[in-house]
Antibody, heavy 121, light 108 residues
Framework: EVQLLESGGGLVQPGGSLRLSCAASGFTFTNYAMSWLRQAPGKGLEWVSAISGSGHSTYYADSVKGRFTISRDNSKNTLYLQMNSLRAEDTAVYYC??????????????WGQGTLVTVSS | SYVLTQPPSVSVAPGQTARITCGGNNIGSKSVHWYQQKPGQAPVLVVCDDSDRPSGIPERFSGSNSGNTATLTISRVEAGDEADYYCQVWDSTTDHYVFGTGTKVTVL
């Protein structure tokens, strides 16, 4: 059974940093691309970032490029999102999701339950 | 950037058919995926690659994609189908994943 468990969310001041983690199990982690997505309160889904199975290729939404960094540790089956220079508009539930195949054109076939990030003073 | 447009809401009586559209420029040339999201829960993939159903998804959920419109069809609608539905594609020109605006399905 595929399981994705996010952690690391919380309250942070504008301009601050936060690191999210996603522990994966139930599949061969290194074989699949992974992604972070988010959903602001009462809003729709927004893709944030993706990373290839090897970790060599990374992709970012324009809204977070230069501020967020996605990474993975395949020895620990864990996905990360380092978030710097946080803004109020980054407030959202952040989801970790497994890609259905290689990065290009993939669907997000399994999702974690999400972790809430609140950026406020 | 690539834009996907969905109707904000669709209402349907139990047992009837709900059709949710997703409009985008030449979307027929892309693979479209659909997600169901119930309140307080994570999204669930219900249709991938235009018309494939992941394991465990009822046959009542089907998809099609042609021209400038992709469609998710829910046949024999049940009360448990009430949720928000999102379409999603990959924009190869920007290497970005794009979601539609979302459609709230209400079962009357």
């Amino acid at each position: 059974e595929v399981q994705l468990l996010e952690s690391g969310g919380g309250l942070v001041q504008p301009g601050g940093s936060l690191r999210l983690s996603c522990a994966a199990s139930g599949f061969t982690f290194t074989n699949y691309a992974m992604s972070w997505l988010r959903q602001a309160p009462g809003k729709g889904l927004e893709w944030v970032s993706a990373i290839s199975g090897s970790g060599h290729s990374t992709y970012y939404a324009d809204s977070v490029k230069g501020r967020f960094t996605i990474s993975r540790d395949n020895s620990k089956n864990t996905l990360y999102l380092q978030m710097n220079s946080l803004r109020a508009e980054d407030t959202a539930v952040y989801y970790c999701a497994k890609g259905s195949r290689v990065v290009g054109g993939m669907a997000f076939d399994y999702w974690g339950q999400g972790t809430l990030v609140t950026v406020s003073s | 950037s690539y834009v996907l447009t969905q109707p904000p809401s669709v209402s349907v009586a139990p047992g009837q058919t709900a059709r949710i559209t997703c409009g985008g420029n030449n979307i027929g040339s892309k693979s479209v995926h659909w997600y169901q999201q119930k309140p307080g829960q994570a999204p669930v993939l219900v249709v991938c690659d235009d018309s494939d159903r992941p394991s465990g998804i009822p046959e009542r959920f089907s998809g099609s994609n042609s021209g400038n419109t992709a469609t998710l069809t829910i046949s024999r609608v049940e009360a448990g189908d009430e949720a928000d539905y999102y379409c999603q594609v990959w924009d190869s020109t920007t290497d970005h994943y794009v979601f539609g605006t979302g459609t709230k399905v209400t079962v009357l």
